[in-house]
């Protein structure tokens, strides 16, 4: 796996710091590491966007690419259409995410809101970029209520387009689990027909970086660079 494909269930769902652990992990693992962040809204010229907080939880080595920028926080399509600037095309970012592959031993392209979220106006998405990299795509989840719905209709888009849901990461797990996160932790890989690989502590992306990328391994799984293990955590925090 060379490229991966992050993408939430929806916006604010915690992907920015679902990458940076991941960037963190694999950095820990020895290899080298690429952010691109195809579409970044509702930042301003100069003011850091996901892929550079991905460089300043997971360390200096990591390489960050964003490809446009759009001041106002708002899908990527609409937000380019008012701004006035171009808009992305599935091939712009998998020419940008291939060109990286060349260099790096992992490519985590972050999307912006959900998987299908336009990026211009004939409707391309994250999806359709995917599709073109041939890249497997990880889903970061909410913990709560009505997180399994959302979940499962972001899996059965993957497979209704032929891409593989590399699995499912819960991107801010609360300190304090009601009943209904609990249950999601078994209901999730049921639902989404995709294994649990990794739970992030809620509030992760305010620790100090040395401390977050220390930490970040312990919140994913092997198959993410690092040592959680879904059973044990599911011992941990029992229906």
């Given amino acids: 796996m060379s490229v ?7 916006t604010e769902i915690g992907k920015t710091v679902v990458t940076s652990a991941i960037a963190a992990a694999a950095v820990a693992a020895g290899r080298s590491v690429a952010v691109l962040k195809p579409a970044q809204t509702g930042v301003g010229p100069d003011e850091p966007g996901d892929a550079a907080e991905s460089v300043r939880l997971a360390g200096p080595t990591v390489t960050a690419v964003e490809l446009a920028r759009y001041p106002e926080p708002l899908a990527p399509d609409t937000a380019a259409r008012r ?17 990286l592959s060349l260099h790096h031993d992992l ?9 299908l979220v336009r990026f211009d106006e004939a409707g391309h998405t994250l999806a359709d970029a995917a599709v073109l990299l041939g890249a497997p795509v990880l889903v970061v989840a909410a913990a709560g209520l009505g997180t399994l ?10 497979r209704a387009r032929g891409l593989t849901a590399l699995g499912v990461v819960v991107g801010s797990w609360p300190s304090s689990p009601d009943l209904a996160a ?18 992030i502590p809620e509030g992760s992306g305010t620790l100090p970086p040395p401390l977050f990328r220390t930490s970040s391994p312990a919140w994913l799984s092997p198959t993410l660079s690092g040592t959680w293990s879904a059973d044990s955590f599911l011992n941990t925090w029992p229906a």
């Fill in 83 to 99: 701004s006035g600037l171009p808009t992305l095309s599935p091939s712009d970012i998998a020419e940008a995410a291939r060109k």
């Fill in 182 to 199: 609990r249950c999601n932790l078994a209901d999730l890989p049921k639902s989404s027909g995709a294994p649990l690989l990794g739970a």
């Fill in 4 to 10: 991966l494909v992050v993408s939430g269930t929806g």
């Fill in 149 to 158: 719905n959302s979940t499962t209709l972001t899996a059965e888009a993957l």
């Fill in 107 to 115: 490519v985590l392209v972050e999307g912006a809101g959900g998987l």
